[in-house]
Structures are given as C-alpha cells and as structure tokens.
C-alpha cells in the first residue's frame, strides 16, 4: 500500500525565548527586530510527518506556511528536518497581522484538496494567540475525521489509532483516512537539522502562492482595538484573623 | 541491709551511671537510669547525702543533655553534648527522631516526609540512634578536619560585644544561624566554620566593620555569589563572611560610551537583562550567571566564555572601588576609557581573589549587544580535527567568532546520563562549539554557510547542526554550560582548569585517564580551547585522599613540564595557593606577599587563600 500524503502546516511565531514587548501604539506586539522561529507545536508536526516517512507510512510530505517573506525561513527548516516540498503562501506584513485560523484554515483544506492529501497535520495551537482552531476548521472545511491534542500517533489496519490528551486523562480513538491531525507536547521530540540536510534543504522545491491563487479572501473579520500588558502584580497583605479580612473585603467594597 | 556499705560495683556502677547518661539520647532511658542509680544507693543504704547527691548530678546532667541535644549541634565547641561525640565530627543537619525539638520540630518532621527517612549516611545512625539526615546536600567534611596541616592563624575570635556592634553597624543583617549555604562552597568540597554572616548594603558600612575587624584582628572572607571552584569564597575555620548580597543597586548607565557603573553585588544575569534591554551586553560570560557577584568575578578575573571575542576583565573594567583591610576606602571607580595617571591600582585588585581589599563598585565598558547570534554544534573524529576547525574558523569567520569551546565524547556522556539532554547529533569523538555574532544577521549567515560547507567538505567535521533561534541557541549552549552542574551527580568532583599550549592540550587527558585508570569514575575533558584553557574533571563517588594523592602533584608537573598553568580563569582560593611555583617564579611570589602586607599587615582579608603560608 502506498504511503500517506502529509501536508504539515507551520507557522512563524516569535521565539519561545524572547521577551515580548507590547507596541507604545497599543496595536499590537514588537515584532520588528525580534527572533522568530517555527512555532514549537508545528516542529512537533512536522517530525512526526518525517517519523512516518522514515517508518514508510508515508510517501510525500508537503510543509504550508501562510505569512510575509520570512516565512521561507521557516519552510527551510522544516525542509532541513525531512520535508520534500514547500508551499509559501504570501501575504503582505499587514494582512498578516489581521490574519485569522478561519482564514489558513480555509487555504490548508483548498491545498489539501488540490494536492491529495491523506492527512493534513498542524500544531495543536500557535504560542503567539493560542487559539487552537486551525485543525478543527480544517477538518469541518474538508468534512474530514479530526484527532486532536494527539501524544501517539499508530497504524492499525489502514486506520489510525490515535491517544489523545485530553482533561481527565489519555483516549484513544480509530480514525479513518483522510484526517485531521493535531500534535501536542509528547508526541515526539523534534529533531535538529544536521548539515547535510541543511544543504539538501537548499535544493528542494520552495513554491510561493498567493491566497487568490486558492480562491480564498483574507479581508479581516476582526479588528483588534487595543494590546495591553497585563496589569503589574500587586503586593498582597497579610492579615491575622478572618474579621480583619472581612473588615478590608468591605473596605474595598467587595462585600 | 548493709549499712552504709555498697558492694564494690556499687561505686563503679553510679560512675558507669553518669557516663550511660552522657551518651545516650533517649530520654526514658536516662531517666530509667537516674530511677535505678538512686534506688539502689537508698537499697544498699548509702548516706542519704550521697544518695540525693547522685540523683541531683545525674539529673543536672540530664537536664543539661537534654536542652543541647535539642539545640544546633552545628558549633561542637560551645555544645556540651556534642563533646563526647567531638571525634565524630558531627555535622549540622543531622536530626535525632528521638529529641523533640520546640520550634524547628515541626519543619524537621516535615523535611522528613520529603527526603524521606534514610539513615544518616555518615554515621549510620551509629552516632545518634535513628539520626536522619534533613537536608538534601550530602554531607560536606569541614575544611579544618579534611586538611589538618592548615593551622588557624593568630585571629581573635567572634564575642558577644562583637555581634553587638555589628548589630549596631547593620542593623538587622547579621546572620548567626543557618550558616550552611555560607560556610559550603557550590561544589561541596570546602565547608568552614563561620558563626557570623555580615550584610552590608553600602560602601560606607564594609569600610565601618573593616575598620572594626582590623582593630580587633578578626579575620574576614568576602564572599559574593559562592560559585568558586577552588574553595575561594568559604571560611577555613571561624572567619567572619561578609556577604555582598544586598549591593545589589545600579549606580548608573551611559548607554553612548556603554559605561556601566553598579555595585559588587549585582547578579551577572540581573546585569544582562537591565543591559540587553540598552542595546548593551556584559562583556564576561559562565555558566554560573545566575548566582555569580560581577565583584566576585572581578576578584577573581572571571574568563567565561566570550573572552575569545571580548578579552578579560583586565581590559573591560575601566574602575572600581575598594576597601582596604583597615577601612580605607580607595576610589578608583573611573569611567574613562583611558587615564594614564599613576599605576593602574584597579589592575591589583582584578584577580587578587579577595585578599586585598573588598571591592565594592565597578564600572563596565560594554559593548553592543549583537543583533545576530548563531550557534553551530559540530561533531569530529580528532582533537587534532578540533584544531584544524579552530584555525579555519579563524580565517572564515574572523571578526565575528565569539566563542569556540570543545567537549570530548565522556562529556557528552556526563550531558546525557546525569543531565537527561539530548545531543543534537549522533555519537563523534570530539564535538565542537562555535558562536557567532554580529550586527548583520544576513552577512553572518552567508559568512557561516560558506564556513560550514568547507569544513564539510574537506571532511574535517562529520556532522553538525545550526541554530539561529533563540530557545535552540540556549539549548546547544546548555549542553556546555551544564557540565560543571552534571559531574556533581557522580559523587565528588576534582576540577582543574589549566592552560596549555594547544599542541599538548589533549594529552593531559589522555595522561591523566591512563594514570586514574578505574580509581575514579570518568575523566573528561571539555573547555575554551580557543583560549588554550581545559577544564579537567575526574569524578568519584566520594572524596579519597588516595585518588587526590594520585592526581596531584602529578597533574601540577605535567601542565609546569609543558609550559602551561596551573589554574587559568579559576584562580588558586585555597585548594590550588601551594602549587603557585608551579606557574609563577620565586621572586614574583616574593614581591606578591611584600604587596599583601602592604594592603593588609594584618592580614584578615581571606587568609588562608591564594599565597602559600607565610
């Protein structure tokens, strides 16, 4: 049996290490100048994909990222880590800050559909919004099963057995091909790009697309009014007995 | 009855009595004790007088074995109970279940439940029955018992009219309990006997209790973050520490010339932060950022790992400000890049390890923090592969190399095993550490691609990795930087840190490896070798005085036999102030002590350190 076609998304967010500074303009995040890098969630994907192009289960992996030009950085390394074709989806620096999962949401199921993916696989959330909503807009697009926040990741007999993180505690469930999948923290370890394949990575193909090219309007539908640190941590007080504390709770009239 | 007669055990048996109540800890059993003593005095009719006599001591006795026991058993000279156990060199954390202990009871049963109630490892609950150890350090032998040949200087001692102008001085910052983390060094292999932990927040206040420890020959130790590795910034014996921890104020920034003027006590990493967000960077860099003083690493001559890029503190301090032995305060604190008046006093000061003066402000150059900062962890098959890459990064990557370290193979394996981290690459001999940073990012990518290709080419580099972001930056430099911290989960650590010239510089390892064989646990080899600096580590499980007698001197001849030095960034502290001819001549170290007694002719700053006994 053929090996799956995998499309990985990946998205370029600001370093998990850097200090995130709030715009004087209060519109949004110093992005400027500032280091960013493959969101960690989407490193996870993209090993994954590579895993099982190396178990055999899949035969092609196509990496997708929706942004301005840097982006290519970012497909770069995941062509580096094993990867065998990129898609840049372009947009300008300002569309890209209005840009929503409803939106790469809709261009990731239009390229799945027209590359024949088996499986689309993405991080669970991006560490710059966290939404955790592009896998599951994707699978709804493409009416495709979804498995989400997936720590395991099997082949049984054509399906996927897929363990599940959820609140109470690990669920596993069949899903049928195509799916949607969503990697979380203990899928897998991301490897590092060696040098050898730094340099394969440089003659890979890299294609550049518009999102017209897919039919898909990324006008915003949200407008952001203000950005705000979050306010400075006050010092507490102690107090001795529970009638002090009543006494202040009504001083501050939250009694 | 007998009247007034004991049988002839009856006397030994009330001696015997006295000496079972001094060594044993349970409580019934003393006071059994005490019941039978009495009873059988009044049943063999002994005098009334001397029955109730020997009740009364056996109880004094008891009253007083109590009341110690449950105090520290930290100061075995001032404890009574302890002196029948002063040979066993009882250290403090060492709990008998069986004494109920007032306020620190409940935090000793607490600790117990965490570290979980293993007998004590030293005594095997010999000393005290059911004695548990609550602190999660191994015991640390004090400095005084592991090296008996060092004698305590003619010093006065702490009293009571001491602690009380020192209270006077620094209100509310003396410390005279829980002194452990103060007397153990980082490494837990030099542990002191300070009762006293002074903490002053001005230059004014260390000039006020030097002044004071001068008059009174009271010897002192400054100690800023406690990250030596040569036993430097702990006690001896009974030294009084004063501590920089609450200098900690930035006195200023001039962000055009990149000067930055700030207190000794400043925390390398806190400096980093406040700097980075001006554009700016410290010019010295270790692993020990987060704890480590910027006035200890000045004493000290800190080398770090950006000496390659920026040179030594010698060059980056521009000023400092210092005190004397006898409270004089010396202000040196220029900010001028160059000031050709007189002899450069601050250079003294840099590296002298504290044993001429406490410094108490410095002023910084710093340079611009770099806008692109790439890493890239390479593997090979050689140490001589090691050289060639140093040489050709030279070439290739010239102005913007800022750090070039190397590891061996059991360092990689000291990273994994102990620390749990993940190598980049596979399994190579030796692995090879190169940052660059520059104000370009783009011309630094190219300028390193180009470097990497080569070296790939011509096969001198197996494998490797690049990073350019910042989390996986941090996790390669981790790699290197942990080290110090993962050879501490062998046991004990012999670190030495010597400069070699680079064609010798592996061949001490190999000596040394050959030489140990299985005496000790590992030997590795890892460091700044675009400096000629190696750090040398074996690891045991526990301290030996055979494998010490082993490695040193021959380790001392070897690096003098091969014109290097014995200690190149860590300095001597005590562990290393006997083995100074190997490194420096006669007469150089005769002209140092004419220097010591001229800043300090009584010789209270840090004794015991860096020169050898005179």
């Known amino acids: 049996m053929s090996g799956f076609r995998i499309l990985v998304g990946c998205k370029r967010v600001i370093d998990y290490a850097v200090k995130v500074r709030v715009k004087p303009d209060k519109t949004g995040v110093v992005t400027e100048g500032v280091k960013h890098s493959m969101n960690p969630f989407d490193e996870i994907a993209v090993e994954e994909a590579v895993r099982m192009k190396e178990k055999k289960l899949a035969s092609e992996i196509i990496a997708v990222s929706c942004g301005p030009q840097q982006c290519q950085e970012t497909l770069r390394t995941a062509l580096a880590m094993g990867v065998d074709r990129a898609i840049h989806v372009i947009t300008e620096p300002k569309e890209y800050e209005s840009m929503q999962p409803i939106h790469v949401s809709k261009i990731l199921s239009k390229i799945a559909t027209e590359e024949k993916a088996d499986l689309v696989i993405v991080g669970k959330q991006a560490i710059d919004d966290d939404c955790n909503q592009t896998g599951q807009m994707t699978a709804s697009l493409l009416d495709w099963p979804q498995a989400t926040f997936a720590s395991k990741i099997e082949k049984s007999n054509g399906d996927l057995s897929v363990m599940r993180e959820i609140d109470g505690g690990l669920e596993t469930i069949k899903v049928k091909v195509p799916a949607v999948l969503t990697s979380d923290l203990r899928l897998n370890e991301p490897r590092y790009a060696t040098l050898p394949n730094i340099m394969k990575a440089k003659k890979k193909p890299l294609v550049t697309k518009k999102p017209s090219d897919y039919g898909v309007d990324i006008t915003p539908r949200q407008e952001i009014v203000s950005v705000e640190d979050p306010p400075v941590r006050q010092a507490g007080q102690k107090v001795e007995s529970v009638e002090e504390l009543v006494t202040k709770l009504k001083e501050a009239g939250l009694v | 009855m007998v009247a007034g007669v004991k049988p002839w055990p009856g006397f030994v048996y009330d001696f015997y009595a006295l000496l079972l109540i001094l060594h044993v800890p349970k409580i019934h059993s003393r006071i059994f004790e005490i019941f039978i003593c009495t009873t059988s005095n009044l049943y063999f009719g002994m005098s009334p007088m001397y029955s109730w006599g020997v009740f009364v001591l056996l109880s004094l006795v008891h009253v007083i074995m109590t009341s110690s026991v449950t105090s520290r058993m930290d100061d075995q000279s001032e404890n009574l109970a302890a002196w029948p156990f002063r040979h066993l060199k009882i250290p403090s954390g060492h709990v008998s279940r069986n004494v109920k202990k007032k306020n620190t009871g409940i935090r000793t049963f607490q600790k117990k439940s965490t570290t979980g109630s293993q007998l004590c490892q030293t005594c095997s609950g010999t000393v005290l029955r059911r004695c548990i150890q609550t602190s999660s350090t191994r015991h640390v032998e004090l400095t005084s018992v592991r090296y008996p040949d060092v004698k305590r200087g003619n010093y006065g001692s702490v009293r009571d009219s001491d602690l009380a102008t020192f209270e006077r001085l620094l209100p509310g910052r003396v410390l005279t309990d829980s002194l452990d983390g103060y007397n153990t060094d980082w490494l837990k292999t030099c542990r002191g006997a300070s009762q006293v932990v002074l903490r002053p927040k001005s230059t004014e206040e260390v000039s006020a209790i030097l002044k004071y420890c001068n008059e009174k020959k009271l010897a002192v130790v400054p100690q800023g973050g406690n990250t030596g590795l040569v036993g430097g910034s702990v006690s001896v014996f009974d030294e009084i520490v004063i501590s920089t921890q609450l200098m900690n104020s930035i006195i200023s920034l001039d962000e055009i010339s990149g000067t930055l003027v700030c207190q000794a006590g400043c925390v390398l990493a806190s400096l980093?932060?406040?700097?980075?967000?001006?554009?700016?960077?410290?010019?010295?860099?270790?692993?020990?950022?987060?704890?480590?003083?910027?006035?200890?690493?000045?004493?000290?001559?800190?080398?770090?790992?950006?000496?390659?890029?920026?040179?030594?503190?010698?060059?980056?301090?521009?000023?400092?400000?210092?005190?004397?032995?006898?409270?004089?305060?010396?202000?040196?604190?220029?900010?001028?890049?160059?000031?050709?008046?007189?002899?450069?006093?601050?250079?003294?000061?840099?590296?002298?390890?504290?044993?001429?003066?406490?410094?108490?402000?410095?002023?910084?150059?710093?340079?611009?923090?770099?806008?692109?900062?790439?890493?890239?962890?390479?593997?090979?098959?050689?140490?001589?592969?090691?050289?060639?890459?140093?040489?050709?990064?030279?070439?290739?990557?010239?102005?913007?190399?800022?750090?070039?370290?190397?590891?061996?193979?059991?360092?990689?394996?000291?990273?994994?095993?102990?620390?749990?981290?993940?190598?980049?690459?596979?399994?190579?001999?030796?692995?090879?550490?190169?940052?660059?940073?520059?104000?370009?990012?783009?011309?630094?990518?190219?300028?390193?691609?180009?470097?990497?290709?080569?070296?790939m080419g011509t096969g001198i580099v197996q494998d490797g990795t690049v990073a350019t972001e910042p989390t996986k930056i941090q996790n390669i430099w981790s790699m290197r930087e942990r080290i110090a911290e993962g050879l501490m989960h062998d046991g004990y650590c012999y670190k030495y840190d010597v400069s070699l010239p680079l064609q010798s510089f592996y061949g001490l390892v190999e000596a040394m490896r050959e030489r140990m064989g299985t005496m000790v646990t590992r030997v590795i080899g890892y460091g700044h070798v675009g400096d000629g600096n190696l750090h040398l580590n074996l690891t045991s499980p526990e301290y030996s005085t055979e494998v010490m007698d082993k490695i040193e001197p021959f380790l001392y001849d070897w690096v003098a036999n091969h014109k290097g030095s014995i200690s190149a960034e860590h300095g001597l502290g005590f562990k290393k102030k006997n083995f100074i001819y190997h490194s420096k001549s006669k007469s150089a170290v005769r002209l140092m002590k004419d220097i010591k007694h001229t800043f300090d002719p009584n010789m209270i700053l840090n004794p015991y350190k860096v020169l050898p006994d005179f």
């Open chain 2, 272 to 455: 980093e932060d406040y700097l980075s967000n001006h554009k700016l960077t410290i010019p010295v860099d270790l692993g020990a950022k987060g704890s480590c003083h910027i006035g200890g690493n000045v004493a000290t001559n800190a080398g770090g790992v950006r000496l390659l890029r920026y040179g030594s503190l010698h060059g980056n301090v521009l000023g400092l400000e210092a005190v004397l032995a006898n409270g004089e305060v010396v202000d040196c604190l220029s900010t001028l890049r160059k000031d050709n008046t007189g002899y450069d006093l601050k250079q003294l000061f840099i590296g002298s390890e504290g044993t001429l003066g406490i410094i108490t402000a410095v002023s910084l150059n710093c340079p611009q923090k770099p806008e692109a900062v790439s890493v890239a962890f390479l593997g090979c098959e050689s140490f001589q592969s090691v050289l060639d890459i140093f040489k050709e990064s030279r070439q290739k990557l010239g102005e913007v190399l800022s750090a070039f370290e190397f590891m061996d193979s059991q360092t990689m394996t000291v990273a994994k095993e102990n620390l749990k981290l993940r190598s980049p690459i596979e399994d190579y001999p030796f692995y090879v550490l190169i940052e660059t940073s520059g104000s370009n990012g783009s011309h630094d990518e190219e300028k390193l691609s180009q470097f990497l290709e080569h070296v």
